[in-house]
């Protein structure tokens, strides 16, 4: 079921508004609740810098129970100190209050610059306007207002059964994920055990947003999120899997093309591995190579940065160099020859092709055993280093 014709799920409610948090006039607040009791399945960054608003949400979910989040975008409030973990429970508090709820029913999730304190005064004179009754639906709204370098949001949903799942995501930089990644929240009126619901999410979250990488630094405030609140009854629990992994993928999928300064999205296949474990591995040096990155932004066909980056793994002694086959798109560029004569000039045209467009896929098969994993990242460009240069002044 596509986007345009899943309905959004029942019971839910969005509010956002620009509250001070930058300067711009955009919508920078973000309050998403379920209208009645929910289920919530969550995880979390595994960083030691960690702000309050991931050490709120802990305490939180441990019920497995809340109605939903509280979003600031632009400060992180991470490193602030006894000031910053009172500023947090302070906003979280007050605006469970003004919408109905206990204050252990809200997660609150923070992104943007470490370091610095909320503004306070403005953030408690919008929170006095919050009305106990929010509008339903708004998730695009949601998705745009919980950002922060992204250049557009990122919003997904699909149908199953009686049910829809929507999920909504941020996250351009920093990032490469410990047990979840930057801030991503899924909303379905499906109804799931507690048990079920956790054992879905967690084996989704590992193949999809566990899978992406930008630049691998690991933020301080990642923190991932489902609430199921069951309005619209029982779903077929592999079916719900199936559904919400389509989701989270389209969501990881376009993090990974809009990541900062990016244009190409790099997807790369590892098969043939000891374990599932070994191919993310091996997978993850290859999409993190800097220089596997910045040849994919270039159309540089050097596939043997690829190589390289597959040896970089010297712990695995059991990957042998004359049993993988490493392919850009169809096209095999090792070992030599493999799929005919071809000479080096033609097999550097062929890549050169296939890095022309704006996804470039890689496939590894390491010819070991049957593991296999797929990793997403992007390429490295100029824009990035100027993004991050300049990003907080």
């Known amino acids: 079921m596509t986007d345009s014709a899943a309905r959004e799920p029942l019971g839910f409610s969005v509010h956002t508004a620009p509250a001070g948090l930058a300067d711009d006039g955009r919508d920078d607040f973000t309050v998403l609740i379920s209208t009645t009791p929910a289920v919530v399945s969550a995880v979390f960054t595994r960083s030691r810098f ?110 199953v059964g009686d049910a829809v799942i929507t999920g909504i995501a941020k996250g351009v930089g920093m990032l490469e994920p410990d ?65 919400l992994h389509e989701v989270a993928l389209r969501l990881v999928k376009d993090i990974a093309g809009d990541g900062e300064g990016a244009g190409k999205l790099i997807e790369v296949r590892v098969t043939g591995a000891r374990d599932d474990t070994q191919a993310k591995r091996v997978g993850k040096a290859v999409v993190n190579s800097p220089l596997v990155k910045t040849a994919v932004h270039g159309g540089d066909p050097n596939w043997g940065r690829v190589a390289m980056a597959i040896g970089k793994c010297s712990d695995d002694t059991d990957i042998d160099q004359d049993r993988v086959v490493i392919r850009f798109g169809d096209v095999a560029v090792y070992p030599p020859g493999r799929d005919g004569a071809q000479d080096e000039d033609e097999v550097r045209a062929a890549v050169a092709e296939q890095m022309r467009g704006s996804e470039v896929v890689i496939g590894i098969d390491l010819g070991i055993a049957a593991g296999a994993f797929t990793v997403y990242g992007c390429d490295l460009t100029e824009g990035y280093v100027r993004i991050n240069a300049d990003y907080s002044t």
């Open 50 to 159: 960690v702000g309050p608003s991931v050490t709120l949400s802990r305490e939180a979910v441990a019920d497995r129970t809340a109605r939903g989040v509280v979003v600031l975008a632009r400060n992180a409030n991470v490193a602030t100190g006894a000031e910053g973990e009172a500023n947090a429970r302070e906003v979280r508090a007050s605006v469970a209050r003004a919408v109905g709820l206990a204050e252990d029913e809200l997660l609150i999730a923070s992104t943007g610059v470490i370091g610095r304190q909320y503004p306070m005064a403005a953030l408690r004179d919008h929170i006095k306007t919050l009305s106990p009754v929010l509008p339903e639906g708004g998730f695009d709204r949601a998705a745009r207002a919980i950002m922060t370098t992204d250049t557009r949001p990122k919003v997904a949903r699909a149908r």
């Open 179 to 243: 047990m979840a990644t930057l801030l991503t929240f899924f909303a379905t009126d499906a109804r799931l055990s507690p048990e079920d619901q956790d054992r879905v999410f967690r084996r989704v979250m590992d193949r999809t947003f566990n899978a992406v990488s930008i630049d691998t630094d690991t933020s301080t405030s990642d923190t991932a999120a489902l609430f199921a609140n069951g309005l619209a009854g029982p779903v077929d629990l592999a079916e719900f899997e199936e559904k």
